[in-house]
C-alpha cells in the first residue's frame, strides 16, 4: 500500500490514538535513517500504532517489533473504561486483541516489516540485546509497569535514537500520571532532550 492509502488505513483500526497524533509518530519516525533498524513498540493492543510506525518502517527499511502480551491493561478490563466486550475470547472468557492485531497488520501488507511478540514486556526486554533506533512506550499506564517499561527499555536505546511517549499529560485532569512521570524523568536523566510533541505524545532524542 502507498502511504496515504497505510495512513488513512490506520485511522480505521480500533485503538486509542487520534490521527494527528498517529500523523506525527508517522513523521517522526519517517524522519529518522532507518536502513537495516530495529524499532520496537511497547503495546500493540490492535494494530493501529503499529500501521503508523509500520508504515514508516516500510518506507525506511527497518523492522517494527510490535510487543504486547494481547490480554489487555487494568483499563481494558470488564468494568473498567475503555472496555471492548467484542475483544473478549469466548474460550476463556480473557480479553485477547491479537487475532485483531494479526487482522491488521495483514490487510495492510506489513506482515514483512512488523513483527509481533507476545508477552510480558519485562520479561521480553531481559532477553532482548537488540540495540533500538526507535522505541515507542504505550503500554500498560499503571505507575509499577510504565516505571519497569521505562527502567527496561529506555537503555537499549541508541544515541541519535528515538523514545517516544503515548499518553504523556501535564494536567492530571486529562489522564494518569505514570506516563508522564517518566517523560519527566527521561529529560531529567540528561540523557534525552525533547525534539517534537503533538497531543499526549512526546518524541525524544537519546543523545
Ligand atoms: N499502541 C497501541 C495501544 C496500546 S494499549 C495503539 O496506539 O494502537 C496498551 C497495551 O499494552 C494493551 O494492549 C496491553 O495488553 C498492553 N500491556 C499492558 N501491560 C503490558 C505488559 N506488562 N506486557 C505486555 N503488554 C502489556
Ligand atoms: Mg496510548
Not at 3 to 20: N, Q
Not at 84 to 113: H, K
Not at 128 to 139: A, C, M, R, S
Request: proline share 5%; net charge negative; charged share 20%.
Amino acid at each position: 500500500m502507498r502511504r496515504e492509502e497505510l495512513l488513512d488505513f490506520a485511522d480505521t483500526v480500533k485503538g486509542f490514538m487520534p490521527r494527528d497524533e498517529g500523523l506525527a509518530l508517522h513523521r517522526a519516525a519517517l524522519e529518522h535513517e532507518g536502513t537495516n533498524a530495529t524499532w520496537l513498540e511497547v503495546g500493540a493492543w490492535c494494530g493501529k500504532s503499529a500501521v503508523y510506525l509500520g508504515a514508516a518502517a516500510q518506507e525506511r527499511g527497518a523492522v517494527l517489533y510490535s510487543l504486547d502480551h494481547h490480554h489487555g491493561s487494568e483499563e481494558n478490563q470488564a468494568g473498567w473504561e475503555h472496555f471492548d466486550p467484542t475483544l473478549v475470547d469466548p474460550y476463556d472468557g480473557r480479553l485477547n486483541t491479537l487475532p485483531t492485531w494479526q487482522r491488521t497488520i495483514a490487510d495492510a501488507q506489513l506482515e514483512a516489516t512488523v513483527i509481533g511478540l507476545i508477552g510480558p514486556s519485562t520479561l521480553i526486554a531481559s532477553h532482548f540485546d537488540q540495540p533500538l533506533e526507535l522505541l515507542f512506550i504505550d503500554g500498560g499506564h499503571g505507575a509499577q509497569v510504565a516505571w519497569a517499561d521505562y527502567h527496561a527499555w529506555s537503555p537499549k536505546v541508541v544515541a541519535g535514537g528515538l523514545m517516544m511517549i503515548h499518553d504523556v499529560f501535564a494536567d492530571p485532569r486529562d489522564g494518569g500520571r505514570p506516563p508522564y512521570e517518566i517523560y519527566l524523568a527521561a529529560l531529567a536523566s540528561g540523557d534525552f532532550v525533547e525534539s517534537a510533541q503533538q497531543g499526549s505524545l512526546r518524541v525524544l532524542t537519546r543523545n
